[in-house]
């Protein structure tokens, strides 16, 4: 399930509207051009909390993830190149997802269904939440991701805050170990392949 796309479909209410102090450094913003740019490239998966109990058992499977996007900023659409170490193997994915400007949104379909996440951005730029069924305390779940296999405390520290935010807690977090990673071999041929492929006549 590339990148723990959540069951159900997010209410459009903003999130900025809870009171809590906690939630004054997330922002739910239009996505535009600049932000598609700062998207751009690798990121790793770092951890979530999944209140839905089908997702929570997906993301206990995964012991790490990264991954690639590549913007199209006419097409509205994002190329996905997942790589998720499950077990002693690597599961590799590619797929597009759906860019909703005007509300801050990804989404993605599996099958017929379509899966949306709020990209809210935080202090640190070289980290963002994916944020879903925010309206459901019972399916909510946020993702945290970074530009490096292994977050900071003060990075950590605001995905906790995040949490704190929503009515979850840090205690709930199930977290990636890139000491576990077996995807950088087949990353790493997919790069020499994608090369080899440039250099071709």
């Known amino acids: ?17 809870a009171q809590s102090p906690a939630c004054a450094n ?10 598609l740019d700062w998207l751009s490239g690798k ?13 929570k058992q997906e993301a206990q499977k995964i012991q790490a993830a990264f991954f690639y996007f590549t ?26 997802l759906k860019v909703r400007r005007e509300n ?9 269904r379509e899966h949306i996440a709020y990209l809210l951005l935080l202090r640190d730029p070289r980290t963002y939440i994916l944020a879903f069924s925010l309206d459901n305390e ?9 530009d490096k296999p292994e977050a900071t405390p003060e990075q950590l520290e605001e995905f906790h805050e995040a949490l704190v935010c929503k009515g979850m807690n840090k205690s709930e977090v199930i ?16 790069e020499l392949e994608r090369k080899k492929a440039e250099e071709e006549p």
């Open 26 to 35: 997330l922002t739910v913003k239009p996505i535009t051009n600049a932000t």
């Open 175 to 190: 977290y990636t170990d890139w000491k576990k990673d077996v995807c950088e071999p087949l990353q790493k041929q997919h």
């Open 138 to 146: 019972k399916n909510q779940g946020l993702s945290f991701y970074a």
């Open 104 to 112: 801050g949104t990804l989404s993605k379909f599996e099958g017929a």
């Open 43 to 55: 990121w790793f998966y770092i951890g979530s909390v999944f209140r839905d109990p089908e997702y």
């Open 71 to 96: 913007p199209n900023l006419t097409a509205d659409t994002i190329l996905l190149q997942e790589y998720q170490s499950v077990g002693d193997r690597c599961v590799y994915n590619s797929s597009y």
């Open 1 to 17: 399930m590339a990148l723990l796309w959540a069951l159900t479909v997010l209410s459009l209410l903003p999130l900025l509207e």
